[in-house]
């Protein structure tokens, strides 16, 4: 599980860890979104935005990943691909926050 949905999308573009399955994201990632935009956005924010046009929805949702969203009393767990439910529409509830995502 890596916690990166606070992450920069920079971030994700050098993780080792994504490498080893994408050994081309470095150059690929260069074409996401602008350079300003790869230095300030975050994943998170990316994901939650629920953006049909959305620059890393697409990449997760074939990654099969899952998120893990947290409130002041307990985690839960659910799929990218069941986090979304409709067009700007996801299944995250009042008071959680998109804490960790795993591929």
Do not use: W
């Not at 074939?62 to 996801?90: C, D, G, H, M, W």
């Amino acid at each position: 599980m890596q916690p990166l949905c606070n992450a920069r999308i920079e971030t994700l573009r050098l993780s080792e860890h994504l490498q080893a399955f994408y050994p081309q994201i470095v150059d690929d990632f260069k074409l996401i979104c602008s350079a300003p935009i790869r230095q300030q956005a975050s994943i998170g924010g990316n994901l939650v935005n629920a953006s049909p046009i959305g620059d890393l929805s697409v990449f997760f949702l074939a990654l099969n990943a899952e998120l893990t969203l947290n409130s002041p009393s307990k985690k839960r767990k659910i799929s990218l691909r069941n986090f979304f439910k409709s067009y700007k529409q996801v299944d995250i509830r009042k008071r959680q926050l998109n804490h960790t995502f795993k591929t």
